[in-house]
């Protein structure tokens, strides 16, 4: 889209102002920082009841609630590492004590890890300047968050297993043991239980920036179902379009639905708000995911069971594909799926998600049966107990699915210019009922 011009003026500049012709760059540049602080003051107040005005951007440091909580994320992250030094052997058991600890520890670095990147991203200069650049709703910040702190924790994940993996499949496949698979069991499952509360946390917020979007856009016609895209002329910046789908590649059929993480659209509740407990509801595969990760996975497996870390250490290796995944969302968010880094990342995701999740429980399974010198694999699955059977389903058919998913969306971005053509041609052709306007042309298509 083009600003308009003037005799006198060059085009609109950030904050909707004419740049004089003998202006000079630095000043130019100056007001960009101002535009961002506009546009972060109206968003947070929509969001949070806030009345006072964010400063400029030029003028934010960094505050000091942002450094504490860097330092409490680094501090957390050196006592537990520091509680682990002292253990002589690798073959030693966690205790309960030690493990509290570790949870506890572990609940202090991801929550205060999330909080130094909401506040960096939301009241430093350059996280201001970033988000104005990309233009990033709350919303949109708190998402690039979620899917940060995921990418680190699986890096920590992968980074375990496969230490425990190398140091205890040439040992004994079924029955070698290492102390760190069970204190990251520990560490870890705080994660996941704080996971359902940030996806939470950036579902809430996505229905508070919609609702304003769909206040500052309640007097624009609508067309099938759709706001028309529309120019912020106060700030001078094109708003987030309201017809923008999720990561998965769907897309809301009408202004009142909004996509989340598994790819489904829900309806915006009348008065903005979302119930925990409704939220979890509505999302069963990701909790009974994250509860059953979180809960048996990491803790019952690991501290009640003893034993067969080598075996667990491949499902700590599972999460090798989780930074492709958190990158691609994080691009999405940052309306970059044109970019050829998008499109590289896709493939990687899509590589190590096949190798690290669906291709990894089969061959467990099978050197599984080699360890006990069964016939064959599925002789080796029929022995083990019903309780272990149900856990394995419970861990690899939501792979299934999310694979599916991966599959779809690729195809979709790899695929997209046949049924590009076909729904333009028809949009050409069938006007709108109720402005008798080719749907084309309110689409922005002409």
């Known amino acids: 889209m083009h600003?308009?011009?003037?005799?006198?003026?060059?085009?609109?500049?950030?904050?909707g102002a004419c740049k004089d012709a003998t202006e000079s760059p630095t000043a130019t540049e100056a007001t960009i920082p101002e535009a961002v602080a506009a546009t972060a003051s109206a968003a947070a107040s929509a969001s949070a009841g806030e009345t006072a005005p964010l400063k400029a951007a030029n003028t934010l440091p960094m505050s000091c609630g942002c450094y504490f909580s860097l330092a409490c994320s680094i501090g957390s992250m050196g006592l537990a590492c520091g509680s682990l030094w002292q253990i002589p052997n690798t073959t030693d058991r966690i205790t309960l004590q030690r493990g509290l600890f570790l949870t506890s520890l572990g609940f202090i670095y991801f929550v205060s890890l999330t909080d130094f990147c909401n506040k960096y991203l939301l009241e430093t200069k350059r996280g201001q300047q970033f988000r104005y650049k990309y233009r990033l709703m709350i919303s949109d910040v708190l998402e690039i968050t979620n899917k940060i702190v995921s990418a680190i924790q699986a890096s920590f994940s992968f980074l375990v297993g496969l230490i425990v993996c190398k140091s205890t499949c040439s040992k004994s496949f079924v029955y070698a043991s290492h102390f760190l698979m069970e204190a990251y069991g520990w560490f870890g499952t705080a994660y996941f239980m704080y996971d359902i509360w940030s996806m939470y946390k950036v579902h809430t917020q996505k229905i508070a920036d919609k609702l304003h979007l769909l206040r500052l856009t309640k007097s624009q016609p609508f067309s099938n179902g759709h706001a028309r895209s529309y120019y912020d002329k106060a700030g001078g910046r094109s708003m987030p379009d309201l017809r923008t789908g999720n990561n998965n590649g769907s897309t809301p059929s009408t202004p009142h639905e909004i996509c989340d993480y598994d790819g489904a659209t829900v309806q915006i509740p009348k008065d903005g708000r979302w119930d925990f407990l409704k939220y979890v509801l509505t999302h069963p595969v990701m909790m009974i995911?994250?509860?059953?990760?979180?809960?048996?996975?990491?803790?019952?497996?690991?501290?009640?069971?003893g034993g067969g870390h080598c075996i667990y250490s491949y499902m700590f290796m599972m999460e090798f594909s989780?930074?492709?995944?958190?990158?691609?969302s994080i691009l999405s968010t940052m309306k970059l799926k044109d970019s050829r880094t998008y499109i590289v990342n896709g493939l990687l995701m899509l590589a190590t998600f096949f190798v690290c999740r669906v291709c990894m429980w089969p061959y467990v399974m099978?050197?599984?049966?080699?360890?006990?010198?069964?016939?064959?694999?599925?002789a080796a699955m029929s022995g083990l107990p019903r309780g272990c059977l149900i856990s394995i389903a419970i861990l690899f058919l939501p792979q299934l699915y999310w694979f599916y998913l991966m599959v779809m969306g690729a195809?979709?971005?790899?695929?997209?210019?046949?049924?590009?053509?076909?729904?333009?041609?028809?949009?050409?052709?069938?006007?709108?009922?109720?402005?008798?306007?080719?749907?084309?042309?309110?689409?922005?298509?002409?």
């Open 289 to 305: 995911h994250h509860v059953f990760i979180g809960t048996f996975g990491l803790l019952v497996v690991t501290y009640i069971r």
């Open 366 to 378: 099978w050197r599984y049966s080699l360890a006990i010198d069964a016939a064959t694999m599925w």
């Open 322 to 328: 989780t930074p492709f995944v958190s990158m691609r």
């Open 411 to 446: 195809l979709k971005v790899f695929l997209p210019k046949r049924r590009k053509r076909s729904s333009a041609l028809s949009n050409e052709i069938v006007p709108n009922a109720l402005t008798a306007t080719p749907t084309a042309t309110i689409n922005g298509i002409n």
């Open 3 to 15: 600003h308009r011009r003037n005799g006198d003026c060059q085009p609109l500049v950030g904050n």
